[in-house]
């Protein structure tokens, strides 16, 4: 899908021209004619895999961390020094068993700061993670949604849930929370994500002034915007 079209998501994708489906992939792919970075989302059940259709985590829709090329994908943040972050992701392969992403921190610019955790995929177990700051909790098999109605294909619908908490240590300031496919590098197919939640993040209320003046016991409208926790799915 066209950048444009998922809001709040960044990738670090190229240009490239998305192919989509219309009517819940009844009528093939469709070029649209464009040169854009891309996010791959994919309706559950549709997305195939060589042992069946694969159902979604949890509700109908998950991300291809690997559209045309293996890239990042990205949500800014704006994180305080000292703040307690606990996140948690669902993850499974696409192609082949074992393939394997990061979940990592990255400054506004793209430069890596930290490494939360890697995931690796299997087809039986829960997989693993390596957990790269803070503290991560074990793995967890989940078994995904029912089959879409109408789809008599075989599913394989087996996810891995990865969760922890970190401090953050860093300067306060916006940080780029970013998924980026590490296995296999250059391929177009693989690393599956659903089901992001990043909790703890303190609320923001920003002024739309620098500064403001009024005489007392005038009522005025001053603009206000709130910036609540991030809930990330």
Not at 18 to 45: H, R, Y
Not at 68 to 74: G, K, P, V
Not at 75 to 90: A, K, P, R, Y
Request: charged content about 15%; glycine content about 10%; aromatic content about 8%.
């Amino acid at each position: 899908m066209p950048i444009s079209d998922v809001d709040g998501w960044s990738t670090t994708h190229d240009p490239a021209d998305p192919w989509c489906t219309n009517n819940g992939g009844t009528t093939d792919f469709e070029s649209t004619n464009t040169l854009v970075p891309l996010i791959d989302i994919w309706k559950s059940g549709q997305v195939f895999t060589p042992s069946g259709y694969l159902v979604s985590a949890e509700g109908a829709q998950h991300a291809e961390l690997s559209t045309w090329q293996a890239s990042r994908l990205y949500q800014t943040v704006c994180l305080i020094q000292g703040e307690v972050v606990d996140w948690e992701f669902s993850h499974t392969h696409r192609t082949i068993a074992a393939e394997t992403m990061e979940f990592s921190i990255s400054n506004s610019d793209g430069v890596k700061l930290q490494t939360i955790t890697t995931a690796t995929s299997s087809d039986t177990t829960a997989g693993s993670g390596t957990c790269g700051t803070g503290t991560c909790n074990a793995p967890q098999l989940i078994t995904g949604a029912a089959q879409p109605d109408g789809n008599s294909s075989p599913l394989r619908n087996p996810w891995t849930k990865h969760s922890g908490t970190f401090t953050w240590t860093g300067q306060t300031g916006n940080q780029q929370f970013g998924f980026e496919t590490l296995h296999p590098l250059g391929s177009h197919e693989g690393n599956l994500l659903d089901a992001i939640q990043l909790n703890g993040l303190k609320p923001f209320v920003e002024l739309s002034q620098t500064q403001y003046f009024s005489v007392e016991g005038v009522t005025d409208n001053v603009s206000v915007r709130a910036r609540p926790p991030v809930n990330i799915g």
